[in-house]
């Protein structure tokens, strides 16, 4: 069991509210840095058997997480105090797939609190080569890249040994597969310009298409929700590019 700080964010919902009605909300932001500071180096250290280091831009993340709504402020804490807790209850020895999942969860969380700059470096044997990925998955090394090329997590390493053994395990399941995905294009959309970004949208929007013979979200899915399917990942996939595009050319056209 691992002492985390949950009451430590609900005071800092509080105390943002506080902060924000009385305009002293910049020593409570820095105390939210804090918090969060504190739980990437408690993650690296309870894991130091997996990972290496996590290089992380708090300042940044707290920049972002200013401009949010009070209402989307409170939101994400509750989604990281909702972490905290899985996280309290955690050891070093967790499955790959456990392991997976609280990583995946923060690094989302991170983006979502309006980080942009996270790198998690592994261990040596704590990754797989890409044949013994494609082995473990049992596809080719031709499917392999393409997984590559959609999202499955690889090691910022010149190594020949790139994919962290929990994405195997994350790969099968449809929910933190999807999510691996999400963070994957996040990034991507971090350092894509616009311009690049929406082309990149509308040829995977033009591939979900010809796939469901469909020409919008809606209609492949008519009668449905990410809820009552087997396998949700095209329905959030197809989902969340239609509203990635629709907020790139509101931005695109208010410039």
Not at 61 to 73: A, E, L, P, V, W
Not at 136 to 145: G, M
Request: glycine share 4%; hydrophobic share 35%; proline share 2%.
């Amino acid at each position: 069991m691992i002492k985390m700080p949950s009451a430590i964010l609900d005071k800092t919902k509080e105390e943002i509210k506080h902060g924000i009605d009385h305009r002293e909300a910049d020593a409570v932001y820095e105390g939210l840095e804090g918090v969060f500071s504190t739980l990437i180096l408690k993650f690296q250290h309870i894991f130091s058997n997996k990972i290496l280091s996590i290089n992380v831009d708090t300042q940044e993340m707290i920049d972002s997480f200013k401009n949010y709504r009070y209402t989307m402020q409170v939101q994400k804490l509750d989604m990281l105090i909702d972490w905290v807790n899985r996280f309290a209850i955690s050891h070093p020895d967790v499955s790959d797939l456990e392991f997976g999942k609280l990583k995946i969860d923060l690094e989302f969380l991170f983006l979502e609190f309006g980080g942009k700059h996270i790198i998690f470096e592994y261990k040596e044997d704590y990754l797989l080569t890409p044949k013994e990925t494609a082995d473990q998955l049992n596809i080719s090394r031709v499917t392999f890249n393409k997984y590559v090329r959609n999202g499955l997590e690889t090691a910022h390493t010149a190594q020949h040994k790139k994919v962290p053994k929990f994405a195997v395990e994350l790969w099968n399941n449809p929910a933190y597969s999807l999510k691996m995905q999400m963070i994957y294009q996040k990034k991507k959309s971090i350092s894509q310009s616009p311009h690049d970004r929406l082309i990149e949208i509308n040829e995977e929007i033009k591939k979900l298409q010809a796939k469901y013979s469909c020409e919008h979200f809606s209609e492949a899915f008519k009668g449905y929700n990410g809820d009552e399917m087997d396998d949700t990942t095209d329905y959030w996939h197809w989902r969340d590019l239609e509203e990635e595009r629709s907020e790139i050319l509101k931005e695109t056209k208010e410039k």
